[in-house]
């Protein structure tokens, strides 16, 4: 009996010990997001989003993955899910912050948060509806947090949001719905170099950026600032009065206020007293650096009814500094890529047209030499079949070898176009139209310069294969497109940088001349460049690197150039170009036509210029082997003439 | 089989004396272009760019609608005719049985078949490593072009044997069976139809099953049905027809 209770109780705590044992060795993720900055985001741009993981349990590796609905109604294309993936290890008992930059689409539906192990699953979802903005958000980073009081005028749409320098993310894309960002009072020194190299980043692709003065002059000779500021802080000084700041009549003088001296270093001063720059301006590539000398953040200058008025001017947003990519000229699709890609000068790229013509030649002649034998020498009937049949064995087995293995087929192609606008100070906007196709079923991993502001993938709502494309993110504006293509599959992408490229191309007008001056600081050489001006195209030729010239071209009345026949717009000047290269033909009339019948492009009453650049680097790239890569990169700059250039 | 003086004669007149070597001359030259103009030329649609990728999927239709009509005709002793002896005189003269006469048919056919393929096969093999098609669908591809060939050939036979004496009916007759089979089969059911079921297995696709009033059968059980049936159907007829011709 009492052996029986025994094993009856052994059995017992056994089948305990099994339904308890997983659940102590399970560990329990607990998954903390923070969206945007401090809850806002705008719509339509990427923004930061920061996941907090909370370790309950033993150590764990696992792979975090957000995952958001791109596509939809705003893009006119059907839905489908993109990840955003990590690789993480969470040690026992820990927690980890990890930073994404998303971007997703569609809001309706929620964004996914989970956490997957070989031990533990753990997700959330979130409604992204909540916290939205429909306009940019300004920030303001101040010590500590400590907002000094800087209030909007009260018809200000833009949130205000207020963050510490830590609270900066290392992504310039995080910034996109950030129109201006505002330090006041506050040291740079600790910001990090992927912080510092974004808001670079941001400033150049259009982002405004507004230092306001303080007394702790000694926070703004620090070097990370001084790279930043348009001047060089000496130190403060009591001025009796405040000359107007704004345009606004209406507001009382002020006196007596804390300003910091300082010396110019770069950019236009807009106001200033006694020899002190009170307001200074300066530009870097799209976007602006304003700075304050007065204190705002203390009295008078904080109680002053005139600060409104002055906040206002300093905030005013910049004319569409992000475009996304799409949105000018340039035109992608799957009918330009067909274009490229049947183009039988490109076909041999990734099929041996000549090897297999050859070995059709071949194949037959040996044929018709078996058939000449087999008619003159009836005899040797014993010789002949068997050798017959080994000779087209021979030639299907060492043909299907050379064709699959060798013969110079790729695993894939990858094709970049890129058109290079100048935007100022340098710096270009270049937009990539990319191609990726297989001739297999494989997955790829395509990666992009650092710095890449937008990555739109095109045609991906219908996707060939069941694997959901991913986007793996490092936190600091790296990131890879994982994507599954099935054989003979492709797929397009759009990506945006703003980088620089020393090419300066100016032109004036004057008179009925146009003077075109050219100086190439870059480090490649421009071949096939051409100048439109009132539609007559001049080529130009090769323009090596250190080239610095300068050329005058006639503006010929708009009645002449009809009477010698010549395009009578610009416009119809362009369509007539043509390249060697007929891929360039069909990449450049895509990058300036919206559609192939189109009569009009943004650049149709402008002087044109525009040049492909030799031995371009592309600016995605593949690290699978077997994949063969090509770049196409056009520089191209424009002026529109007077309105009466044609009448 | 060598011995067989049936099988004999149709190798002398086809392959000694020549005859019928051009049916392997048309074979090759359609063969050739065909393969090299799906990838040279340009494509007829945006979405259809990937000359390349259907270079398998087109020279495999091609074979298939090559070897099937050489195979009928062949049957159907459409090259020189004048110079095979009237199945009559086999069993009268000779003293051949009808299986004899019949298997050496049938083998004669299946020789000219597999002659027709080992030919083909470079440029289906050269297509297939091109195009990346997997081992498996070349395999398919490779044992469902006999198999259609004979199912289809066989009609030739029947159709000599028939219309012995009739040469042009014959003609005329056995391409407007087959034209109306394989028009009829893709009209009614097209997995039944030989080229979509051919480009089904290169594609790796589903085919979608036949329901009729909530019974259901897949597209590959019903395909290979459709064709033994219609294999089998063509055997007994030539078998029938032989039959009755030698004994009369």
Known sequence: MAFAAFRAASILGLLLAVHLWPRSSLGEIYIEPRVGFHGVFQLGQPFPLEVELINAGPPVEGRL????????????????????????????????????????????RPLKISFTSSTVIASRELDLRRYFSPVPVLL???????APPISLVPSARN???????????????????????????????????????????????GGRMVILGSLNYALYQEPTISRFLPVHVTGTKKIPLLPSLTQEKAVSPIADVWVQTSKVVQGNVLVETQGIPLLVETSRGKGKITYLAPDVGRPPVSRWDGFASLLRTLLTPGADAYLPAGTGGTRWDDTVFSRVIANPSFLSVYVPTASLFFAVVVYLTGIGIFAWLWQRRRGRVRFLSPSLCLFVLLAGVVGYVFFSRGGKLPDGVLLSSTVLETIADGYVEAQSNVALFSTQVRQYELQARRGWLNWIPLSLATPRSEERPVMVQDGSGT????????????RLFKLRFVERFPLQVRFEQKGDFVLMKIDNQTGKDLVDSSVVVAGIRYALGEIPRGARWSKEFPLAPKASREERGLPSTSAAALRDVSFDDKIRDVLFHASLFSSPGATASPQSDAVLFFGWVKDSESRVWLDHPGIAGFDYTLFRTSLALDAGEDA | MTTNAVFRESVEVFYYEGHGLTTYLYLLVIMAPVQLASLYLPSLDAQMWNGAASLFKVCSVTALLLIVYFALRVANQ???????????????????????????????LSLHIGISLLLCSPFLLWAAAISRTPWVAVANTFLLLPFYALTYGVWGLAALVFWERRMESRQILVRAIVFCLVTISSLVYLPLNPMAYLLAVIGRRELPPFSLGGWQASATS?????????????????RRALRRGLAS
Not at chain 1, 479 to 490: P, Q, S, V, Y
């Open chain 1, 65 to 108: 993955e957000v995952e958001v609905w791109k596509g939809g109604g705003s893009k006119a294309g059907a839905l489908y899910p993109l990840a955003y993936r990590r690789d993480i290890f969470l040690s026992a008992q820990s927690q980890k912050k990890l930073q994404f930059t998303v971007d997703p689409d569609f809001l309706s």
């Open chain 1, 140 to 146: 303001l980073v101040s010590e500590g947090s400590t």
């Open chain 1, 159 to 205: 949130r205000l949001v207020a963050l510490t320098l830590a609270e900066l993310p290392a992504d310039p894309r995080a910034l996109l719905g950030v129109s201006h960002v505002m330090f006041y009072d506050q040291s740079l020194r600790d910001l990090s170099r992927s912080q510092f190299l974004a808001l670079d980043r941001w400033l150049i692709a």
């Open chain 1, 479 to 490: 990131g890879r497109f994982r994507i599954a293509l099935n054989e003979w599959d492709h």
């Open chain 2, 78 to 108: 459409e090259f020189a005719p004048w110079r095979f002896q009237p199945l009559r005189g086999w069993s009268h003269e000779h003293g051949l049985p009808l299986s004899s006469v019949s298997s050496a048919q049938i083998a004669f």
């Open chain 2, 222 to 238: 019903l395909h290979f049905i459709f064709h033994l049936l219609l294999g089998c159907g063509g055997l007994i007829a030539y």
